[in-house]
């Protein structure tokens, strides 16, 4: 190899990336702490984001609907109405689910005691067992120890559980706010960031990176259409199937469905457990026909749904969305399990792309 300019600069750039990438792999620790610590920082700005990208539909459509003149006054209007339109959506869903989800709870507690005397009933608790049990001997003053540790335990995680929905909460009220801003000035926004671009970089990397901004577009708009679609169908053919086989809970277990299937690989599992719980208390018989009737459901949806909803969705490998998932839930809460899927079929995408060309 000639030890020409250009050359020598890619020696120089192979060696500090491999000196970045050790780094990384022998500090991974510190690394992701850090990572933490700015995604912290910049949450707000990521909620603003995410709230403006799926507003922005809303937006649009109205700007496109009124026929005020003046633009500023148009587009003020049409961002109050998109805001009222969720709003009304989450109240009513509310004012639906919760009265509902109530008379569920009571129902449940009548069915306890009933659940708790077949439990008793079992082989597994006959005399020679509980004769056992009676036979052990019990240290209470170790007990009461542990639990004096476990509730001080417990207070503390409160404690600190309270403060994380705080935080969230008040992540999400700071993102509203900027997502109004960014709304109000999207095309100032765009166009700023368009000139900067074309006046600071080479013409090859801004095509890149407007190349890059349409996939990243194109992907989170069709993941974000195509899970809610998707949910809204399987949970309403769940739904549906409930109500038929005269099955408990029908529409608390329906709307449990429709929120845990919008998280990708894990969700429909979650969703589906704690569905088969709740109907277990009642009868294992309507629970076992829950289980077929949720595969039936799922038949549909995978062969029939799914393909027309998802053909532009995320196209990755199983495992690659299930690693995405994880990884964003552990490490990045609400906001990793939103956006970890399409960022992993954006960046996906864009390594399929360079090995080919």
Do not use: C, H, W
Request: glycine fraction near 4%.
């Amino acid at each position: 190899m000639i030890l020409n300019k250009y050359n020598i600069k890619r020696i120089i750039y192979i060696v500090f990336i491999s000196l970045i990438l050790g780094l990384l792999l022998f500090n991974i620790r510190k690394f992701i702490f850090i990572l933490e610590l700015v995604f912290n920082l910049i949450n707000p700005i990521i909620y603003g984001f995410i709230i403006a990208y799926l507003l922005n539909i809303l937006v649009n459509f109205f700007d496109k609907k009124l026929t005020i003149k003046d633009n500023y006054k148009k587009r003020i209007i049409s961002i109050i109405l998109s805001i009222l339109i969720v709003f009304i959506i989450i109240v009513l869903t509310i004012i639906l689910i919760v009265p509902q989800i109530i008379k569920d709870i009571d129902i449940l507690s009548k069915n306890m005691p009933k659940f708790m005397d077949y439990i008793n009933n079992l082989d597994i608790f006959n005399n020679k067992y509980i004769n056992k049990i009676k036979n052990v001997k019990i240290d209470y003053n170790k007990i009461f120890k542990n639990i004096n540790i476990t509730t001080k335990g417990y207070i503390g995680s409160s404690i600190y559980k309270f403060k994380n929905i705080f935080i969230e909460l008040t992540n999400i009220f700071l993102g509203t706010i900027l997502s109004i801003i960014f709304l109000l000035k999207k095309e100032i926004i765009i166009k700023y960031i368009n000139n900067y671009l074309k006046n600071k970089i080479k013409k090859e990397t801004y095509k890149k990176i407007i190349y890059i901004g349409n996939i990243s577009n194109n992907r989170f708009q069709n993941f974000f259409k195509g899970q809610i679609i998707d949910s809204f169908v399987i949970s309403l053919l769940t739904f549906i199937f409930m109500l038929i086989f005269k099955i408990p809970y029908a529409f608390s277990i329906s709307s449990l469905i429709f929120v845990t299937n919008l998280i990708p690989v894990i969700g429909p599992f979650i969703g589906m457990i704690i569905s088969i719980l709740l109907i277990l208390i009642v009868s294992i018989k309507k629970a076992i026909v829950f289980i077929i009737i949720r595969f039936i459901a799922n038949q549909i949806d995978s062969f029939i749904v799914r393909p027309k909803v998802l053909e532009k969705s995320v196209k990755i490998p199983s495992i690659l969305v299930f690693i995405a998932v994880i990884y964003g839930g552990i490490n990045f809460g609400i906001v990793g399990l939103i956006i970890s899927v399409p960022i992993i079929s954006i960046i996906y995408e864009l390594i399929i792309d360079k090995l080919n060309n």
